[in-house]
């Protein structure tokens, strides 16, 4: 157990829904960052918060959005929902700071119908 | 943007088998991370290796920093060591991980 934690584990929705993603990191870390897996793209980087504010946005979609709150916690908000964004999410934390260990949450299967 | 490239992409093993897999990266990391992607999905943290050398049970991991690689080593393999081996680097400044797109290890009884 890597002490991150994912909700949903999985979720069936249809096109040009909405969905949240919820990601709550270990205890201590003040960074949360997204990853999305795909079959064709494979694990890519999406985005990177540290203690509220966004730090680096890599392949995120504009329908995608994030926040994290104050407890730390981070949302991903996918919208407009496309058969391609049917992928494995995973959220990761981390003190932020460089050369740290990034653990992994057990991620969100989403299944876009 | 760097890049990392993983090999072999598929390996199959008898039970027992040991095995070398192998990571390049094309520019200087701060960070270097292997993963095992079970069949469940989950992503587990198997080493932080920036440069050295580690072991960790049947595991151990050696990166040269300097001449950009790493090699995750699986000595006497179990049907459980199935799976994706993914490396993932941090360059330089603080920037997220980027992963290789993986080896598929499939360990037979």
């Known amino acids: 157990d890597s002490g991150v934690t994912q909700t949903p584990k999985h979720l069936i929705t249809a096109t040009g829904q909405r969905v949240t993603l919820r990601c709550s990191p270990r205890s201590g870390d003040l960074s949360v960052y997204w990853y999305q897996q795909s079959l064709d793209q494979g694990l890519q980087f999406l985005i990177q918060y540290y203690n509220g504010e966004e730090r680096a946005k890599g392949n995120i979609l504009e329908r995608f959005s994030a926040q994290q709150f104050p407890d730390l916690h981070s949302e991903l908000n996918l919208s407009s929902l496309e058969l391609g964004d049917s992928a494995l999410y995973f959220c990761a934390s981390s003190g932020g700071r460089p050369q740290e260990t990034q653990y992994f949450g057990p991620g969100t299967r989403l299944l876009v119908l | 943007g760097i890049q990392v490239e993983q090999s072999p992409p598929d390996l199959i093993l008898q039970e027992g088998a040991n095995s070398t897999l192998r990571c390049n990266f094309s520019d200087s990391v701060n960070n270097l991370q292997w993963f095992h992607q079970n069949p469940w999905g989950q992503l587990i943290n198997l080493f932080y290796?920036?440069?050295g050398t580690k072991q960790n049970g049947r595991l151990s991991a050696t990166t040269v920093a300097t001449e950009r690689y790493s090699l995750l080593y699986i000595s006497s393999s179990q049907t459980t060591d199935s799976g994706v081996y993914f490396c993932a680097v941090e360059r330089v400044g603080n920037t997220p991980l980027v992963f290789g797109k993986g080896t598929r290890l499939s360990v037979i009884a």
């Open positions: 290796i920036p440069s």
